[in-house]
């Protein structure tokens, strides 16, 4: 019997009968988006076995891999002969010598309704920035608590990290439950005391699941049999269910990653659709600049298409000439991303240095660069949940809130509404470390007392292309750009609006 088959032989001792996996081939599922998620949680709780069983039971893990897994296992055999799950996602050498989580792995599996990408993130306090890197692009956090230990300030820690990188949907795994004896009392208790964290961090979706990773019950197969009083879901169940996040939260956004210029004839601006979606004939606005056009073409790699939508590469032709650069924002003329110098952030600080008050870092949003001065406002204390003042400098790993005030006009999207246009990192031009990763919460209203201007006194024009091109031509519109946008009226709807006037055409 080869060594696949054998550990095929034994897991098949140890999980409940039921119904078979799809054999529907995983080439045709991934046309769909996947469901992205992270399990974090406190050192030791069992996240890498989770979903090492995980990637098993849903038969992701190929012979080769098998025979590698039950070859690298020898010696680490559980009471139940079953190989080290964890070995599939610990890589690292450093990993396997001290049995812990370094780096952030990503997998991907698939049932026969979903498919799935997972990031397995280190549960070390050392390590937070790399699990902040992972929730980062989450739809979804699968938090382990240890059933035995309950609730620990890492868990808090990476809870408030998953709520600020915008992740409203939380699995509690309740794992190693089989080490308490199904203790119905002692899940519930873990539950509650949960939920209550999540409400402070203004997270209402949480579903809690006791479970066993290493006798993969509850993960994949249900795990009545030991637990006849839990009547939800298994984690697969509850996976194939959940929404993904949309990209649709705000309009068109498509941050400018380059300008093509192959020939005379020919000028677009590619990007990836960071929100909403375009279509030719869209009035856009070129921002921080200002500069309104119309959408003529939308073309990718290999045609021309008649939309597109968030997710897409695309190059994007204009139908007129106009000052576009990497790192700029186009963006739908109805519904703009905030501009301005002042900005409220929330961080997480990354580096032993953390994050000087009053110091000068790098900001690097998208394709965007830009010089900036951070001052701390607040603390997070994670053991109470409350925010301190605090004006001092922030440690690795703080949570906080600062100011930023830049030296030029910057876009953002506040990142509850748009992750892409939203978030940032910080980089410190001395020694060109990644200092911080942070979330924009709003435009600062009011700087230095003087009103900074906000959206609601912005006007938008809507004229004859020829009068339009006069317009933005004269001096008085290039001193008052920041309070109004022209939008160019085709030549169908000048006739229409003539009409409408009484005009004989």
Same mark, same amino acid.
């Given at each position: ?58 038969? $992701? =893990?190929?012979?080769? %891999? ?15 002969? +079953? ?16 049995? *812990? ?24 306090? #050392? ?7 992972? $929730? ?5 956090? &699968? ?59 203004? *997270?209402?979706? =949480? ?28 984690? &697969? ?35 990836? =659709? ?39 590469? *695309? ?5 007129? %000439?106009?000052? &576009? ?12 991303? %905030? ?16 994050? #000087? ?103 938008? +024009? ?13 001096? +008085? ?29």
């Amino acid at each position: 019997m080869t060594a696949s088959a054998t550990a095929t032989a034994a897991l098949a001792d140890t999980v409940p009968a039921a119904a078979p996996l799809s054999s529907t081939p995983l080439a045709a599922q991934r046309d769909s988006r996947p469901l992205r998620l992270i399990t974090c949680g406190s050192v030791d709780d069992g996240k890498s076995t989770l979903i090492g069983r995980l990637l098993w039971d849903t038969k $992701a =893990v190929k012979e080769d %891999q098998a025979a590698t897994l039950r070859r690298d296992s020898v010696g680490k055999q559980n009471d139940l002969g +079953l190989p080290d799950f964890a070995l599939l996602l610990d890589g690292l050498q450093a990993e396997r010598e001290q049995g *812990i989580t370094i780096d952030v792995a990503y997998r991907y599996f698939a049932t026969d309704k979903r498919s799935f990408i997972v990031a397995d993130t280190p549960g070390h306090e #050392q390590y937070t920035r790399n699990m902040a890197t992972g $929730a980062s692009t989450a739809d979804l956090a &699968v938090l382990l608590v240890d059933a035995r230990a309950g609730i620990l300030e890492q868990t808090r820690r990476h809870a408030t990290i998953a709520s600020l990188m915008g992740i409203r949907q939380f699995v509690l795994a309740v794992n190693k439950f089989d080490l308490t004896n199904y203790d119905r009392a002692r899940f519930e208790e873990i539950a509650n005391e949960f939920r209550e964290i999540a409400l402070s961090l203004g *997270i209402r979706q =949480v579903t809690a699941i006791p479970m066993s990773a290493l006798k993969g019950e509850n993960v994949v197969y249900d795990g009545r049999a030991a637990m006849p009083w839990y009547e939800g879901p298994t984690l &697969v169940e509850f996976l194939e269910q959940a929404p993904v996040r949309s990209g649709q939260a705000v309009g068109f956004r498509l941050p400018v990653q380059r300008v093509s210029r192959p020939g005379e004839s020919f000028r677009g601006y590619q990007g990836t =659709v960071a929100g909403g979606a375009v279509k030719p004939g869209d009035s856009i606005v070129v921002l921080p600049s200002g500069m309104v056009a119309n959408v003529t073409k939308i073309v990718t790699f290999d045609l021309v298409r008649n939309a597109a939508v968030s997710g897409d590469a *695309i190059t994007l032709v204009l139908d007129r %000439q106009v000052d &576009v650069a990497r790192g700029d924002v186009i963006a739908a003329i109805d519904s703009q991303p %905030q501009v301005g110098t002042a900005f409220d952030a929330q961080l997480v600080a990354l580096q032993p240095d953390g994050i #000087q008050p009053g110091k000068r870092y790098w900001l690097k949003a998208g394709a965007r660069r830009q010089r900036v001065t951070v001052r701390p406002t607040s603390l997070l204390d994670i053991k109470t949940g409350v925010w301190l003042a605090h004006t001092d400098a922030f440690a690795m790993n703080a949570i906080g809130k600062v100011a930023l005030d830049f030296d030029e006009q910057a876009v953002f999207d506040p990142y509850e509404q748009n992750r892409a246009t939203g978030a940032f990192i910080l980089i410190d031009p001395d020694t060109l470390n990644t200092v911080a990763g942070g979330m924009i919460t709003a435009k600062r209203a009011n700087v230095g007392g003087l009103h900074a201007g906000g959206d609601e006194a912005r006007v938008v +024009l809507t004229l004859p292309a020829d009068l339009a091109d006069k317009l933005m031509a004269t001096e +008085l519109f290039a001193s008052r750009r920041h309070e109004a946008d022209v939008r160019r009226m085709s030549a169908s709807e000048a006739a229409d609006l003539w009409k409408d006037a009484g005009g004989d055409i």
